[in-house]
C-alpha cells in the first residue's frame, strides 16, 4: 500500500531592504518562485491519467485473467502518475520483467521485486522499477512483478475516494490459510514468477537456489504469504518493506528475512514487532529497521529522513548473506 506525501518547502530567503520600486519588485519575484514551487509540489501529490508506458520486456505469467463479476465486464488496465511515480491498476494480466545485471557482472543471485498499492494499484517506478534497476547494479538480477489486482472504478476521482476510504482504516492481518484464499491470484502470479525464474535461470546466469522475493507494503504482504503460505515455492531470502509486522508461525526452514519500517508509518507502525519475535523464536536469520521518521511508502524516493538509507542497508544485508558475489 503506497502513499508517500512529499512536500516541498521553499527555501527560506532575506531580501534586502530595497528602494521602493526595486523592493517591489523583488518581492513580486520572490512571490512567484514561491507560488511555483507550491503548484508543482501540489502537482506532483495530483492523480494524473498517462498513457499505459512501453513495458516490451515484460513476459506474461500465464496465470489465468481475473473473472469478471456476475455481467460485468472488467475495468481496462489504465495508468497515471502520482508523488513523481507511475501507477498500475486493474491489472488482470500478470507480467514480469526482468533486469539483468551487465554481462560479466552477474552475482548469480535474483530477486523478485513485489510493488505495493493496497492491491488495488501498484507503484511502478518507486517500488519496482528503480528498486530492480539498483539491484541490477550490484550485480543481482531482479524481476518486476506486475501481478494482478483488485478492480477499482474507471475513473480516477471514484478510485480517489475508494483509495482514501482502504487507507482509512487499519487492514486486517488474516493467517496462512487465510491469505492462500483472499490472496489467491496474487500468490499464484508470485509462484508463475519464481517457476519462470527458475526455468530460465541458465539463460539468465541464475543460481535456482538463489532466489530471493522483496515486497513493498501489499507486496510485503505477498511476499510473507508466498513464504508462509505458498505450497509451491520457498523464496531463498525475503525483505518486508514497510509491510505488517505481526506475530506469525515461523517454519523451521524459513528464509532470511529483512524488515525495514518508519515509526511514524500510519499503518503498521502502531503495534508490537511480533514479526521480528517470531523469526527470532524460530532461531532464523532477521535483521529489522527501525527508521524514526520515513512515512510510509518512501520506497526508492530521496526524502531528508534516514529511511533514505534502507536500499543501502540491505545490500549490506544481500552482501553479508553472500548474494553479491559468486557462489564459490
Same mark, same amino acid.
Given at each position: 500500500?503506497?502513499?508517500?506525501?512529499?512536500?516541498?518547502?521553499?527555501?527560506?530567503?532575506?531580501?534586502?531592504?530595497?528602494?521602493?520600486?526595486?523592493r517591489?519588485a523583488?518581492?513580486?519575484?520572490?512571490?512567484?518562485a514561491?507560488?511555483?514551487?507550491?503548484?508543482?509540489?501540489q502537482?506532483?501529490?495530483?492523480?494524473?491519467?498517462?498513457?499505459t508506458?512501453?513495458?516490451r520486456?515484460?513476459?506474461?505469467?500465464?496465470?489465468?485473467?481475473?473473472?469478471?463479476?456476475?455481467?460485468e465486464?472488467?475495468?481496462?488496465?489504465s495508468?497515471?502518475?502520482?508523488?513523481?511515480s507511475?501507477?498500475a491498476?486493474?491489472?488482470?494480466?500478470a507480467?514480469?520483467?526482468p533486469?539483468?545485471?551487465e554481462?560479466?557482472?552477474?552475482?548469480?543471485?535474483a530477486?523478485?521485486?513485489?510493488p505495493?498499492?493496497?492491491f488495488?494499484?501498484?507503484?511502478?517506478?518507486?517500488?519496482g522499477?528503480?528498486?530492480?534497476?539498483a539491484?541490477?547494479?550490484?550485480?543481482?538480477?531482479?524481476f518486476?512483478?506486475?501481478y494482478?489486482l483488485?478492480?477499482?472504478? $474507471?475513473g480516477? %476521482?471514484? !478510485?480517489?475516494r475508494?483509495?482514501a476510504? +482502504?487507507? #482509512?482504516?487499519r487492514p486486517?492481518?488474516?493467517? *496462512?490459510?487465510?491469505?492462500r484464499?483472499?490472496?489467491?491470484?496474487q500468490?499464484?502470479?508470485?509462484?508463475?514468477?519464481?517457476?519462470?525464474?527458475?526455468?530460465r535461470?541458465?539463460?539468465w546466469?541464475?543460481?535456482p537456489?538463489?532466489?530471493?522475493?522483496?515486497g513493498?507494503?501489499?507486496?510485503?504482504?505477498?511476499?510473507?504469504?508466498?513464504?508462509?503460505?505458498?505450497?509451491?515455492?520457498?523464496?531463498a531470502?525475503?525483505?518486508?518493506?514497510y509491510?505488517?509486522?505481526?506475530a506469525?508461525?515461523?517454519?523451521?526452514?524459513?528464509?532470511?528475512?529483512?524488515?525495514?519500517?518508519? $515509526?511514524?508509518? %500510519?499503518? !503498521?507502525?502502531h503495534?508490537?514487532?511480533? +514479526?521480528? #519475535?517470531?523469526?527470532?523464536?524460530?532461531?532464523? *536469520?532477521v535483521?529489522?529497521?527501525?527508521?524514526?521518521?520515513g512515512?510510509h511508502?518512501f520506497?526508492?524516493?530521496?526524502?531528508?529522513?534516514t529511511?533514505t538509507?534502507w536500499f543501502?542497508?540491505?545490500?549490506?544485508?544481500?552482501?553479508?548473506?553472500g548474494?553479491l558475489?559468486?557462489?564459490?
Amino acid at each position: 500500500m503506497s502513499i508517500s506525501h512529499q512536500g516541498t518547502c521553499p527555501p527560506r530567503v532575506t531580501t534586502p531592504l530595497l528602494p521602493g520600486s526595486k523592493r517591489l519588485a523583488q518581492f513580486i519575484l520572490l512571490a512567484s518562485a514561491m507560488l511555483t514551487l507550491h503548484s508543482t509540489a501540489q502537482s506532483q501529490d495530483q492523480m494524473m491519467p498517462i498513457a499505459t508506458p512501453e513495458q516490451r520486456h515484460a513476459i506474461e505469467l500465464g496465470t489465468a485473467p481475473l473473472p469478471a463479476s456476475g455481467s460485468e465486464a472488467l475495468t481496462p488496465e489504465s495508468w497515471h502518475t502520482q508523488y513523481g511515480s507511475r501507477f498500475a491498476r486493474n491489472v488482470t494480466l500478470a507480467t514480469l520483467t526482468p533486469f539483468l545485471p551487465e554481462p560479466g557482472t552477474a552475482s548469480g543471485a535474483a530477486v523478485i521485486v513485489a510493488p505495493g498499492g493496497g492491491f488495488r494499484t501498484l507503484s511502478m517506478d518507486n517500488e519496482g522499477w528503480d528498486v530492480a534497476r539498483a539491484l541490477a547494479q550490484q550485480g543481482v538480477a531482479a524481476f518486476v512483478l506486475k501481478y494482478r489486482l483488485n478492480q477499482t472504478p $474507471a475513473g480516477l %476521482p471514484e !478510485f480517489q475516494r475508494a483509495m482514501a476510504e +482502504l487507507f #482509512s482504516r487499519r487492514p486486517p492481518r488474516p493467517d *496462512p490459510a487465510q491469505l492462500r484464499e483472499q490472496l489467491a491470484p496474487q500468490l499464484a502470479d508470485a509462484e508463475a514468477a519464481f517457476a519462470l525464474v527458475r526455468s530460465r535461470a541458465t539463460e539468465w546466469h541464475i543460481d535456482p537456489d538463489r532466489i530471493g522475493m522483496i515486497g513493498f507494503s501489499a507486496g510485503a504482504m505477498l511476499t510473507m504469504a508466498t513464504t508462509l503460505a505458498s505450497q509451491k515455492t520457498q523464496p531463498a531470502f525475503i525483505a518486508n518493506i514497510y509491510g505488517p509486522i505481526d506475530a506469525v508461525t515461523v517454519p523451521a526452514n524459513a528464509p532470511p528475512l529483512f524488515v525495514a519500517l518508519a $515509526a511514524d508509518d %500510519p499503518l !503498521f507502525a502502531h503495534g508490537n514487532f511480533g +514479526l521480528i #519475535s517470531s523469526w527470532q523464536a524460530a532461531n532464523r *536469520p532477521v535483521e529489522f529497521h527501525y527508521y524514526e521518521q520515513g512515512g510510509h511508502g518512501f520506497g526508492m524516493y530521496p526524502k531528508e529522513t534516514t529511511s533514505t538509507g534502507w536500499f543501502e542497508a540491505y545490500r549490506n544485508w544481500l552482501n553479508m548473506h553472500g548474494m553479491l558475489k559468486p557462489k564459490s
